[in-house]
């Protein structure tokens, strides 16, 4: 059987830690620029979107897609749960893979596994990292949730609370118990009845940082791409091999606090 997979990239100039940053300037190129490639090149990919809102404030993020041929869509600020169902519903898709924009060294390789983990074992629901009390064996920013579009609907049609709509998928994960299911995997069924899985990685590089949502965020960016000589094709072990041969890189942003599920 095949799926019509559909990756949407969630984008929004008003950032509270770092204003515009999605548009801002990395190694040559608008931060979004680099999400949606890296999303591009993950395999069983069928359609990239960047799924931003109708306030003006993000006009330039819909007059960048356009300049680029990007496909995007427009909806709600605060209801991003019914912004990602009305851009799936519009794109007809099967299955949905969530990025976030904020995540210029998203693994295309990584969002792959999520995919097929989510295909081979049947589930509804799968991710590489969780929020507390979970926690997360990935680094910060590559992060990646893959689901069925059926899930999303049913989240999009039942959840009524704010932390749900804000924040897309809490309501198919909620009161998740995982257990190992095989090496660097683990699952359950949530108190809603979807089947989740989270891939795990051994050992841990959770504590590590690769996001973008503060001044010291966009410089370690920045001269992690200067490494690279601007090129953004770079793998998750090239760029954990940098960090850890240069740890004065890595302290960069190390002390920034990371925003958790119910921080606005």
């Not at 984008?11 to 999303?39: E, F, N, W, Y």
């Not at 069928?46 to 960048?64: K, N």
Request: glycine share 4%; hydrophobic share 35%; charged share 20%.
């Amino acid at each position: 059987m095949s799926y019509h997979v559909v990756a949407i990239i969630q984008a929004r100039m008003s950032s509270s830690r770092l204003p515009d940053k999605v548009l801002l300037d990395i190694a040559g190129q608008p931060m979004l620029a680099h999400v949606v490639a890296r999303t591009s090149r993950a395999t069983n990919i069928d359609q990239v979107l960047v799924a931003t809102t109708t306030d003006a404030s993000d006009d330039p993020i819909a007059a960048w897609c356009d300049s680029k041929g990007i496909g995007y869509t427009r909806g709600s600020q605060n209801d991003v749960l019914d912004r990602y169902y009305q851009a799936a519903s519009h794109a007809k898709a099967d299955l949905v893979v969530r990025i976030t924009a904020d995540c210029p060294v998203i693994d295309p390789f990584l969002i792959g596994d999520c995919l097929n983990t989510l295909l081979d074992g049947s589930y509804d629901f799968t991710c590489n990292r969780l929020p507390p009390p979970w926690g997360r064996t990935y680094p910060i920013g590559l992060d990646t949730e893959v689901c069925t579009f059926s899930a999303l609907k049913k989240a999009w049609e039942h959840s009524t609370e704010s932390l749900h709509r804000e924040h897309v998928m809490p309501y198919l994960y909620e009161g998740v118990m995982l257990k190992p299911k095989e090496k660097n995997l683990t699952a359950g069924v949530s108190q809603r009845g979807f089947n989740i899985a989270q891939l795990q990685h051994t050992p841990s590089y959770g504590h590590m940082r690769w996001t973008v949502d503060t001044p010291e965020d966009l410089e370690f960016m920045r001269l992690l791409f200067d490494h690279f000589n601007g090129r953004d094709d770079f793998t998750f072990q090239e760029l954990l091999d940098l960090v850890q041969n240069e740890p004065n890189l890595a302290a960069i942003n190390s002390t920034v606090r990371h925003k958790t599920l119910y921080d606005k």
